[in-house]
């Protein structure tokens, strides 16, 4: 009788030792897939707050002749029209991070960004002409008018690209990004981007306008 109390015993201890490590299991592993899941919605919700249209705004100034010319006659006669053209163009750059896109493993606690969209440029021409001169057989007509769009558009580009517009809107695209690598950071995770480690803001300057 005395040797069953004690196989009981020790049946007891032994079936309570079973529970307290299957508990010890359950819970430990319902608590990292609750940090893990946590930290996901976490760094998506992150993601969503810098999903914005990020916009550098700029303007500028132009003057410029323009001169057409028809001949006849074997070109012993020609009739020239001329128009001196002001232009001020209001530009925009823009980044719609919105359309960033992302992958996350949560395994291996990686935030990886696929895609970031690369900047829209808008440029609004406000065209006007003076000290216009023409005659009844070269007149202004509506391709004279897109020509000098076409000129002018051509001119702002270039314009664009020598000042600091693009460098600045830039600027502001990085450092709204910036603010997911303080989150992913700060939990741990490690974020990449075009197959490099961001570990600092300066890294994101692989990015390519």
């Known amino acids: ?12 201890v032994l079936l309570l030792a079973i529970i307290v490590y299957l508990a010890y299991q359950l819970f430990t592993k319902s608590s990292e ?11 998506q919700q992150q993601i969503k ?15 410029m002749t323009y001169k057409d010319q ?3 006659l074997m ?17 925009t750059v823009s980044f719609d991070l919105s359309k960033v896109t992302y992958d996350i493993d949560a395994k291996n606690k990686t935030l990886t960004i696929t895609n970031i969209p690369k900047e829209e440029i808008k440029i609004s021409p406000d065209i006007k002409f003076y000290d216009v001169e023409q005659s009844t057989l070269n007149e202004f007509t509506g391709n004279d008018y897109n ?14 690209e020598k000042s600091s517009l693009k460098s600045n809107s830039k600027n ?15 939990m741990g995770w490690t974020l990449q981007y075009n197959g490099n480690q961001i570990q600092k803001e300066i890294d994101f300057n692989s990015i390519k306008n």
């Open 70 to 72: 028809k001949k006849y």
């Open 49 to 63: 707050n810098v999903g914005k249209l990020v916009v550098t705004e700029g303007h500028f100034a132009e003057v």
């Open 1 to 12: 009788m005395q040797f069953l109390t004690e196989s009981r015993k020790w049946v007891f």
């Open 147 to 160: 020509k000098i769009n076409k000129i002018v558009r051509a001119n702002l580009a270039k314009k664009i």
């Open 172 to 186: 502001r695209l990085i450092s709204e990004l910036s603010k997911i690598l303080v989150v992913t950071n700060s």
């Open 75 to 91: 070109d012993m006669v020609s009739f020239e029209k001329k128009a001196m053209v002001v232009i001020n163009a209001d530009v």
């Open 33 to 43: 897939n609750s940090t893990v899941e946590y930290d996901t919605n976490l760094i």
